[in-house]
């Protein structure tokens, strides 16, 4: 019986060890830098650029709903 028990537990917590938590952390933390790096020089113009098409956008309905 506790032979078993070993076999049982025993042999996927060492496949989980193996292969699934070294897998899991590498790609946790590459996200985690991913996140951490923020927006590139381009990322933030266009960004900017998008703010200021919404912007021309709401004054244009705006003027739209006046009239």
């Avoid at 991913?34 to 381009?42: A, D």
């Avoid at 990322?43 to 021309?56: G, P, T």
């Amino acid at each position: 019986m506790e032979e078993f028990f070993i076999v049982a537990v025993g042999v996927p917590m060492i496949l989980f060890m193996l292969f699934v938590a070294p897998t899991w952390l590498v790609l946790h933390y590459r996200g985690k830098r991913q996140i951490n790096k923020g927006l590139s020089e381009n990322d933030y113009k266009d960004l900017q650029i998008l703010a200021d098409k919404a912007e021309q956008m709401s004054e244009r309905i705006k003027t739209l709903e006046t009239i």
